[in-house]
């Protein structure tokens, strides 16, 4: 028979176990979708609502040189989605940082949509 003491110690052991379990999933699979863009249609769509203001079709409207087509990309090291998501969450000069208004799966899959549009020439 068990008893109510070990069924408790097992549970918690379950429970344990199930919460690990867990959070090997939940980070292994942010690892997994750190080098693609998910979804490109919402990336799009992040890109129109947050960047377009100063990068409209790839240019920069503040900085000219430093605009988001792909030989100035090259030329300042921005042409990695570790890069530009770095860039886009804390910001720099006059960009302003969006760690609190995007998550990080969107800043993944918008600094993906600025390399695939630079490699086609925001066309
Ligand atoms: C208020 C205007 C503004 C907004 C909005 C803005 N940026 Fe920028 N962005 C800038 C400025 C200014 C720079 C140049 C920063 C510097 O190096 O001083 C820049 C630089 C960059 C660069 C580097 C370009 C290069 O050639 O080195 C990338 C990539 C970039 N922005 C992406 C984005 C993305 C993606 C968003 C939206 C999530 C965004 N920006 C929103 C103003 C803006």
Same mark, same amino acid.
């Given at each position: 028979m068990i008893s109510l003491k070990n069924l408790k110690k097992n549970l918690t052991a379950f429970l344990l176990i199930l919460t690990l379990a867990f959070v090997e999933i939940a980070t292994n699979s942010q690892i997994a979708i @750190?080098?693609?863009?998910? /979804?490109p249609a919402t990336a799009a769509e992040v890109f129109t609502a947050?960047? @377009?203001?100063?990068?409209? /079709?790839?240019?920069?409207?503040?900085?000219?040189?430093?605009?988001?087509?792909q030989k100035a990309l090259k030329k300042y090291g921005m042409d990695s989605i570790a890069n530009i998501s770095n860039l886009v969450t804390n910001g720099k000069g006059i960009m302003p940082a969006y760690k609190n208004r995007l998550s990080e799966q969107q800043i993944i899959d918008v600094s993906a949509y600025v390399l695939s549009q630079a490699e086609t020439d925001w066309k």
């Open positions: @750190a080098d693609t863009a998910t /979804n947050n960047c @377009a203001g100063c990068h409209i /079709n790839g240019s920069n409207i503040i900085r000219r040189g430093k605009n988001l087509k």
